[in-house]
């Protein structure tokens, strides 16, 4: 079975500092897609930055970077020179490639607070 | 313009009543999709349609029947409601049902039920 793992349930930042969030994740697909997205206290889910398994560079999305290990099974993202718009919860999720439906796995969140 | 909006925001409820959902999306997605996200903001899909066709349907029980009227809208009806109904509904869209469209969210529909 596909799992997602977010081992942090909660980060802290200082505003202006970086930081990065890991996830985990377990499947048998060679073809897959990965994805950081932001939730708010307005509940509204964002969608951060996107990573597709067959390449091999990192996306990048202004200060929102990822590293991505695909033989670790390993998707962090990074936060560089953090505002204190940042402050959410962010979800990790895979989908596999092909026809499936377009279904995403969620990790189980990670809270990250900034401080100013 | 909202790409993806949902009806109603807040929605508070007795056990055992019935209650409906609407969702609409104006971005000419052929795929829609509704998850739950539970008191501890996990977030589960219950189920995708595309093109009026349900393709994904993930052990929900049958008190919950979802219904697309066109690709554009996915409506999401409960009967009898249950306490540990209680969560926050997000319906969602993309261009298609595979991994390379993005999903794009609704702002979600709070349950609660008393």
């Known amino acids: 079975a596909q799992t997602v793992t977010q081992s942090q349930p909660e980060m802290s930042v200082q505003e202006a500092e970086t930081v990065t969030l890991s996830c985990t994740y377990d499947?048998?697909?060679?073809?897959?897609?990965l994805f950081w997205y932001k939730q708010p206290p307005s509940r509204q889910m964002i969608l951060v930055i996107r990573q597709e398994a067959y390449k091999q560079q990192n996306a990048t999305e202004n200060r929102f970077s990822v590293n991505f290990q695909k033989a670790a099974k390993s998707f962090s993202l990074k936060i560089s020179d953090s505002q204190l718009g940042d402050a959410a919860m962010y979800f990790c999720a895979y989908t596999p490639g092909g026809n499936q439906g377009g279904k995403l796995i969620f990790g189980q969140g990670t809270e990250l607070s900034v401080k100013p | 313009d909202t790409a993806v909006s949902q009806t109603p925001k807040y929605l508070v409820t007795q056990m055992g009543n019935d209650k409906s959902i609407k969702c609409e999306q104006n971005?000419?997605?052929?795929?829609m999709y509704w998850y739950k996200q539970d008191s501890k903001k996990f977030l589960k899909i219950m189920f995708s349609?595309?093109?009026?066709?349900?393709?994904i349907n993930e052990t929900v029980p049958n008190r919950f029947s979802p219904k697309s009227p066109d690709k554009a809208h996915l409506n999401l009806h409960i009967n009898s409601l249950e306490l540990g109904d209680s969560a926050v509904y997000f319906c969602?869209?993309?261009?298609?049902?595979?991994?390379?469209?993005?999903?794009?969210f609704g702002n979600g529909t709070r349950l609660t039920v008393t």
């Open positions: 349609y595309n093109n009026k066709e349900l393709i």
């Open positions: 969602a869209s993309s261009q298609t049902g595979t991994g390379f469209s993005p999903l794009h």
């Open positions: 499947t048998s697909e060679s073809d897959y897609y």
């Open positions: 971005l000419g997605h052929d795929t």
